[in-house]
C-alpha cells in the first residue's frame, strides 16, 4: 500500500508543470505523519527529474501528386495531400546542483514516435566542473554544434521545417559521440556570454545504424550569446560561427571531381587510382549566423542569417551524407562524388501588435554543386545529375499562439529549381507544400 502511494507521488511530480514549487505537494501532503514526511522527502528527490514533450498533427497539400522535396517528406506516388503525425516527442531530463545553485550533472532522453515508428532523438549525459564554473563535458547522441537553425528546437522554431540546406548537411542534426564546451556560468566572469563548442563524433549520424569507418568529424562553434544593445535598449543581438572538419572513407578507387572539358564546359572527372581506397573524402563546412530581435510595445520584430559553404562528398544521385557504405546495382561499392557546395536563409519574423499573432517569411537556398549551373546541369558527358540542381525556397506563413502549450501554423513553400539540360528537370517542378499544422505542448 505504501509503494503504491510513494510511486503515485512520484508520477505526480514527473507530470507537474517546471514552474509549479514543492509547496503544490505540501498542500496535498499532511507532513506532520511518518508516510507524509518520506512521501514529501522522495519528492524533492525526483523534483529534478522533468517530462516534457509535444505532438505535430498536421495536414498538408502538394501541388503534385508524388512530390519529392524537404517539406516533411515525400509523398507517395498517388498522393497530393495527406494527414501525417508531422513528430511525437517525449523528452525526460535530469539534473543535480550543488549548494550554491550550479550544475554537477545532466543527461536528456528523447524519443520521436510517429505513425511511422518510434525512433531516439537525444541520448546523452553531461558532467560539470565546479571549481571554475566553465567547462562540461557531453557524450552521447546530442545535436551537431553547428549553426543556429539546426540547433533550435523543431517545438519552438516558427517554420514547419528547417531549410533544405540544413536538412541535407545535417540530416537528423543529431550524431553519436563527445563534445566539450566553454560557457561560464557566473555573470561576474570577464567572458560570460559566451560559448564554444568543440566535439568529435562518428560523422553519419542517425542516418545509419553504426559508425562505417574509423575517421572521427571534428564539429565546432562559437557564439556570443544574446545580449541587450542600443541606445534605447531595444535590440537583442547573438552571433556564431561554426565549421565541421570530417569526412568518409573511401571504399571505392573511382572518385569523382570536377574539372573542365576539352571545350571549357564543367564535367565530372573519374580518378580510378588504386591509392584512392582508404583515404578521406572531404566534408568540409565553414559557416556563419546571427540574429536580431527589436522589441516592439508588444512582441518582436527579428531577423535571423545563416550562410555555410565548403565541399561535400556523396553519390552520384544525392549530396545527403551516406548512411551505410555506399552500393551500386551490383552489390560493388559505389563511386564518390566530391562538391563544392554552399546555401543560406533569411528570416524575418513579425508579431501583428501582440505577442500571439506572428507573421513568418524565410528564403533559403541550395547550391550543391557550385561549378555547374543551369543548362550546365545533365549537359551530355557532364556526368552530373538531378543531385547537381540548385534550389531556392520561398517561404510565407501565419502563427497563432492560442498559450504556452498549444498553437497553429499555416504556412507555404513556395519552391524553385534552376532550369537543366536534364530529363524532367528542364523547367521548374511543382513542388510547392501548403502545411497546416497544430502543436500541442507539455
Same mark, same amino acid.
Given at each position: 500500500?505504501? *509503494?503504491g502511494?510513494y510511486?503515485?507521488?512520484?508520477?505526480?511530480?514527473?507530470?507537474?508543470?517546471?514552474?509549479?514549487k514543492?509547496?503544490f *505537494?505540501?498542500?496535498?501532503?499532511?507532513?506532520?505523519?511518518n508516510l507524509?514526511?518520506?512521501?514529501?522527502?522522495?519528492y524533492?528527490?525526483?523534483?529534478?527529474?522533468?517530462l516534457?514533450?509535444?505532438?505535430?498533427?498536421q495536414?498538408q497539400?502538394?501541388?503534385?501528386?508524388?512530390?519529392?522535396?524537404?517539406?516533411?517528406?515525400n509523398f507517395?506516388?498517388?498522393?497530393?495531400?495527406? $494527414?501525417?503525425l508531422?513528430?511525437? /516527442?517525449? /523528452?525526460?531530463?535530469?539534473?543535480?546542483?550543488?549548494?550554491?545553485?550550479?550544475? &554537477?550533472?545532466?543527461?536528456? $532522453?528523447? $524519443?520521436?514516435?510517429?505513425?511511422?515508428?518510434?525512433?531516439?532523438?537525444?541520448f546523452? @549525459?553531461?558532467?560539470f566542473?565546479?571549481?571554475?564554473n566553465?567547462l562540461?563535458?557531453? %557524450?552521447?547522441?546530442?545535436?551537431?554544434?553547428?549553426?543556429?537553425?539546426?540547433?533550435?528546437s523543431?517545438?519552438? /522554431?516558427?517554420?514547419p521545417?528547417?531549410g533544405?540546406?540544413?536538412?541535407?548537411?545535417m540530416r537528423t542534426?543529431?550524431?553519436?559521440?563527445?563534445?566539450?564546451?566553454?560557457?561560464?556560468?557566473?555573470?561576474?566572469?570577464?567572458?560570460?556570454?559566451?560559448?564554444?563548442d568543440?566535439?568529435?563524433? !562518428?560523422g553519419?549520424?542517425l542516418? @545509419?545504424p553504426?559508425d562505417?569507418?574509423?575517421h572521427?568529424?571534428?564539429?565546432?562553434?562559437?557564439?556570443?550569446?544574446?545580449?541587450v544593445?542600443? %541606445?534605447?535598449?531595444?535590440?537583442?543581438?547573438?552571433?556564431?560561427?561554426s565549421?565541421w =572538419? @570530417?569526412g568518409?572513407?573511401? $571504399?571505392?578507387?573511382? &572518385?569523382y571531381?570536377m574539372?573542365?572539358s576539352?571545350?571549357?564546359s564543367?564535367?565530372?572527372?573519374?580518378?580510378?587510382?588504386?591509392?584512392?581506397?582508404g583515404?578521406i573524402?572531404p566534408r568540409?563546412?565553414?559557416?556563419?549566423?546571427a540574429?536580431?530581435k &527589436?522589441? !516592439?510595445?508588444?512582441?518582436f520584430?527579428?531577423?535571423r542569417a545563416?550562410?555555410?559553404?565548403g565541399?561535400q562528398?556523396?553519390?552520384? !544521385?544525392?549530396?545527403?551524407?551516406?548512411?551505410?557504405i555506399?552500393?551500386? %546495382?551490383?552489390g560493388k561499392?559505389?563511386?564518390?562524388?566530391?562538391?563544392?557546395?554552399?546555401?543560406a536563409?533569411?528570416?524575418?519574423l513579425?508579431?501583428?501588435?501582440?505577442?500571439?499573432?506572428?507573421?513568418?517569411?524565410r528564403?533559403?537556398? =541550395?547550391?550543391?554543386?557550385k561549378?555547374?549551373?543551369?543548362?550546365?546541369?545533365g549537359?551530355a @558527358?557532364?556526368n552530373?545529375?538531378a543531385?547537381?540542381v540548385?534550389?531556392?525556397?520561398f517561404g510565407?506563413?501565419?502563427?497563432h499562439?492560442? !498559450?504556452?502549450?498549444?498553437?497553429f501554423?499555416?504556412?507555404?513553400d513556395?519552391v524553385?529549381?534552376?532550369?537543366?539540360s536534364?530529363l524532367g528537370v528542364?523547367?521548374d517542378?511543382?513542388d510547392?507544400?501548403?502545411?497546416a499544422?497544430?502543436?500541442?505542448?507539455f
Amino acid at each position: 500500500m505504501k *509503494l503504491g502511494k510513494y510511486l503515485l507521488v512520484l508520477l505526480i511530480g514527473l507530470m507537474v508543470n517546471t514552474s509549479v514549487k514543492a509547496q503544490f *505537494l505540501m498542500d496535498m501532503i499532511d507532513t506532520t505523519t511518518n508516510l507524509g514526511k518520506g512521501m514529501f522527502s522522495m519528492y524533492k528527490k525526483f523534483d529534478a527529474l522533468r517530462l516534457s514533450g509535444y505532438i505535430q498533427p498536421q495536414f498538408q497539400y502538394a501541388s503534385s501528386k508524388g512530390e519529392q522535396g524537404y517539406a516533411g517528406g515525400n509523398f507517395p506516388n498517388e498522393v497530393d495531400n495527406r $494527414f501525417m503525425l508531422r513528430r511525437g /516527442r517525449l /523528452r525526460v531530463d535530469y539534473a543535480r546542483y550543488d549548494k550554491e545553485g550550479m550544475p &554537477i550533472v545532466s543527461f536528456a $532522453f528523447q $524519443f520521436d514516435g510517429t505513425e511511422r515508428g518510434v525512433n531516439i532523438r537525444d541520448f546523452y @549525459g553531461r558532467f560539470f566542473e565546479n571549481k571554475y564554473n566553465v567547462l562540461s563535458i557531453s %557524450a552521447g547522441m546530442f545535436a551537431r554544434p553547428v549553426g543556429y537553425e539546426v540547433n533550435l528546437s523543431s517545438g519552438d /522554431r516558427e517554420t514547419p521545417e528547417r531549410g533544405r540546406m540544413s536538412q541535407i548537411l545535417m540530416r537528423t542534426e543529431r550524431d553519436l559521440g563527445v563534445m566539450a564546451t566553454f560557457e561560464p556560468r557566473k555573470p561576474s566572469h570577464p567572458l560570460y556570454g559566451f560559448k564554444l563548442d568543440v566535439g568529435a563524433f !562518428n560523422g553519419q549520424g542517425l542516418t @545509419g545504424p553504426a559508425d562505417f569507418d574509423s575517421h572521427k568529424d571534428i564539429g565546432a562553434r562559437a557564439a556570443v550569446k544574446p545580449f541587450v544593445m542600443g %541606445a534605447r535598449k531595444k535590440m537583442i543581438f547573438s552571433a556564431g560561427i561554426s565549421t565541421w =572538419y @570530417g569526412g568518409m572513407e573511401q $571504399f571505392t578507387n573511382n &572518385i569523382y571531381r570536377m574539372s573542365t572539358s576539352s571545350t571549357g564546359s564543367p564535367v565530372f572527372v573519374v580518378s580510378s587510382d588504386s591509392t584512392n581506397i582508404g583515404k578521406i573524402a572531404p566534408r568540409h563546412y565553414y559557416g556563419a549566423d546571427a540574429q536580431l530581435k &527589436i522589441k !516592439n510595445k508588444k512582441g518582436f520584430t527579428e531577423f535571423r542569417a545563416e550562410y555555410l559553404r565548403g565541399t561535400q562528398t556523396a553519390t552520384a !544521385n544525392t549530396t545527403e551524407t551516406p548512411g551505410i557504405i555506399p552500393i551500386d %546495382a551490383s552489390g560493388k561499392y559505389a563511386p564518390l562524388y566530391i562538391r563544392n557546395f554552399d546555401g543560406a536563409y533569411i528570416y524575418f519574423l513579425q508579431h501583428l501588435g501582440n505577442t500571439t499573432d506572428q507573421v513568418v517569411l524565410r528564403y533559403d537556398w =541550395y547550391d550543391p554543386n557550385k561549378k555547374v549551373k543551369g543548362k550546365e546541369v545533365g549537359a551530355a @558527358g557532364s556526368n552530373t545529375t538531378a543531385a547537381d540542381v540548385r534550389y531556392d525556397t520561398f517561404g510565407f506563413g501565419y502563427v497563432h499562439y492560442f !498559450n504556452e502549450h498549444f498553437k497553429f501554423t499555416l504556412y507555404y513553400d513556395l519552391v524553385r529549381n534552376e532550369g537543366t539540360s536534364l530529363l524532367g528537370v528542364q523547367e521548374d517542378l511543382k513542388d510547392n507544400v501548403l502545411t497546416a499544422r497544430l502543436q500541442f505542448r507539455f
